[in-house]
């Protein structure tokens, strides 16, 4: 099976059952507009398909394979944007990705030089950014 699908999700916080049994399946192209109060959880449900977190019972499948199986591989192919982006406003996504590359230790991350800024610019493509890269996010 290709896509998300998620299986007999439950979620706990606090000993309080935010879902129980929830399940989901999602094609490549489909867009799922989820809504409800606070506390009602929606981020909770969007941690646990990203696999930021892990459901109290229950599975979450992508292109045919458990996401906690080969997480690296599932983190690939995932963009998530949440409502904290833990995005710098005032800094363009340049600045912003110099910095968080400096906060996770990766070295020799100089986007002055030519190999460095290729990556930088391949990431902005792929988000639809190119020609926004030096505007304050």
């Known amino acids: 099976m290709s896509g998300l699908c998620a299986s007999g999700l439950t979620c706990i916080k606090r000993d309080r059952v935010l879902f129980d049994d ?8 489909e867009l799922v507009y989820l809504r409800g109060p606070n506390g009602a959880g929606k981020t909770s449900l969007l941690r646990i398909l990203t696999g930021l977190s892990s459901p109290e019972h229950g599975d979450v499948i992508f292109n045919g394979a458990n996401i906690s ?3 690296s591989l599932y983190y690939q192919t995932l963009i998530y944007l949440g409502h904290k982006s833990a995005l710098n406003g005032a800094l363009s996504a340049i600045d912003n990705l110099r910095f ?12 002055t030089q030519t190999s460095d800024i290729e ?3 391949q990431v902005l493509e ?5 020609g926004l890269e030096d505007v304050p996010v």
């Not at 929830?22 to 192209?29: D, I, K, P, R, T």
């Open 22 to 29: 929830f399940s989901l399946n999602l094609n490549a192209g």
């Open 69 to 71: 199986s080969n997480p």
């Open 100 to 111: 968080w590359l400096a906060q996770h230790g990766i070295q020799n991350k100089d986007v």
């Open 119 to 121: 990556s930088i610019y």
């Open 126 to 130: 792929r988000l639809g950014l190119v």
